[in-house]
């Protein structure tokens, strides 16, 4: 314990109470001790902030030190948006996998062992699942983060990974409320917009969080877009009529409601992030979430002050702040209960659980077992002689976009390397098949790509590989959209390690089907 708890006014506590700040670095700063003690009810982890499941689990001690009830969010999806695994790749499959396999089971079997692998580390609020519709397949962010296109697939995965994290101890949050599938946009970068009628969004767009809501789920992430049909004005973040009209009295939901990422430009270059987070605790948001980007004392002082000013001026009323404050810190008390109950003699021991321990208990491959049932291999033309020699594997490349980030690998050279030593790879992120032939020789060549058919030059640069090559292998490890084409085609549904690790046994002849 670092400090007392402070003699702050109410407000003030309930002011910090609202947020779910991040920080930088692996263990956390003297501030961000000092904000506990003073009211702050919730830490956002990412990527950063983790090296190793023994320094997450110091980490979630070090701020339960200071109070026992705080929160600690992550934004682990699995697949290939992950925090836990952030420089090896994740150990479980993304959500197009599981959906793509239609095992209901399987997904919330997925989701009970990563919820035990985040609850050991002290973690136990998830900022996940997707419960988009991936309806537009030019989606730059969501792609294979959705389960699927189809709305009652994806609305039965969604519940049953809600279950799944839920009996774990650690609460779900179904994102991004109301829909994020059918944009062009990525709210990180813009404000999108969905401009579709009301009965295609009750069809569509609500099944998921409707069963998300019927699982239990603890909270839902609001989502930074506009839909002119439910709010004419203003995102589903800032909206009255969406997140209070819409999700609380439409659809029922009584748990916590976050918003993404407050520093996201679809909020922040429109409204910016303090009159933005008071536009969205007045529309009925009670968490605020920041930190992916800002992620220093200076911002949460700056969303304190915001918002104890608007109810000062009147502009928010300090029943719905403190309404906010509340279900927050009713979240806390369920998760620490879920804690508590995890603790006591006979409770399921979770020891080996969490990441990198290298268990190879059934419960603990079930991400292995996910992603081998997910992959989908279409031979060509002659007969596919698996490698048996070092390939040259050419990995194209394009930016990833800010959810799922460039810090953690993806691709199958490291898989190949394992079971084929000698194998080498490079990146291209341009038509360069010339470089591609020059560096591969005489081996044979794998090429990886990602999204192929929303990069016209990486389709090009395939074109021009399989002319030159035909007996090319090609691993398509994003949403598999364009036609299969090489000497075999696999596709992973997902990045994450083990999808590598299933497709490197497959053109190896070790899982063809």
């Known amino acids: 314990m670092t400090t007392l708890a402070h003699r702050t006014d109410t407000l003030t506590r309930d002011a910090l109470a609202v947020l779910q700040p991040g920080f930088v670095g692996i263990a956390a700063p003297e501030w961000l001790l000092r904000r506990i003690g003073e009211g702050l009810s919730s830490v956002g982890l990412f990527g950063r902030n983790i090296a190793s499941p023994e320094q997450l689990t110091a980490l979630t001690a070090q701020l339960r030190a200071e109070r026992d009830d705080v929160l600690v969010a992550i934004d682990e999806e699995g697949g290939d948006v992950t925090r836990l695994e952030v420089r090896t790749g994740s150990s479980f499959p993304g959500n197009l996998a599981l959906g793509s396999v239609d095992d209901v089971e399987l997904t919330r079997g997925v989701a009970a062992e990563l919820g035990r ?20 397949p030019n989606n730059p962010v969501i792609g294979v983060r959705s389960f699927g296109a189809d709305p009652l697939l994806v609305a039965r995965h969604t519940a049953a990974y809600v279950e799944g994290m839920q009996s774990a101890g650690v609460a779900a949050c179904a994102k991004h409320f109301p829909g994020h599938g059918d944009t062009a946009v990525d709210s990180h970068d813009a404000m999108p917009r969905i401009d579709v009628d009301l009965a295609t969004l009750h069809a569509r767009e609500l099944l998921p969080f409707r ?69 969205a605790i007045a529309a009925g948001a009670d968490a605020i979430c920041v930190g ?43 998760t620490r209960g879920a804690r508590g109950a995890a603790s006591e003699p006979g409770a399921a021991s979770q020891e080996g659980t969490a990441p990198g321990t290298g268990s190879t208990g059934t419960s603990t491959d079930i991400g292995l077992v996910a992603a081998r049932r997910a992959v989908r291999v279409t031979a060509g033309k002659r007969p596919f002689e698996p490698l048996t020699s070092a390939p040259y594997v050419a990995a194209f490349t394009a930016v990833a976009n800010i959810a799922v980030g460039d810090e953690t690998p993806w691709g199958v050279a490291a898989e190949l390397a394992r079971l ?30 990602r999204d192929a058919h929303r990069h016209t030059w990486m389709a090009q640069s395939l074109d021009a590989l399989l002319a030159a090559r035909p007996d090319t292998i090609v691993v398509e490890m994003g949403l598999n959209q364009a036609p299969p084409r090489g000497a075999l085609h696999v596709a992973t549904l997902g990045a994450a390690r083990v999808c590598g690790i299933a497709a490197a046994e497959v053109v190896c002849g070790r899982s063809l089907p």
């Open 117 to 136: 692998r985040l609850a050991a580390c002290g973690v136990d609020l998830n900022w996940a699942p997707s419960a988009d519709v991936n309806s537009n």
């Open 211 to 279: 069963a998300a809501i019927a699982a239990g789920s603890k909270s839902v992430m609001s989502a930074h877009i506009l839909l002119p049909a439910l709010d004419p004005d203003r995102p589903a973040t800032l909206s009255p009529q969406i997140l209070t009209g819409l999700l609380r009295k439409e659809l029922g939901f009584d748990g916590l409601i976050v918003t993404d990422g407050m520093e996201m430009q679809a909020i922040a270059a429109t409204h910016g992030i303090e009159r933005g987070s008071v536009l």
């Open 292 to 334: 992916g980007g800002l992620a220093d004392e200076d911002t949460v002082l700056r969303l304190r002050d915001a918002l104890v000013t608007a109810v000062r001026e009147g502009e928010l009323p300090e029943e719905r702040l403190a309404d906010a404050a509340a279900r927050v810190r009713a979240l806390a008390d369920w």
């Open 420 to 449: 084929l030593p000698g194998t080498e790879t490079g990146k291209y992120a341009g038509a360069a098949v010339d470089d591609v032939l020059l560096a591969a020789g005489d081996r044979r060549i794998v090429a990886v790509v």
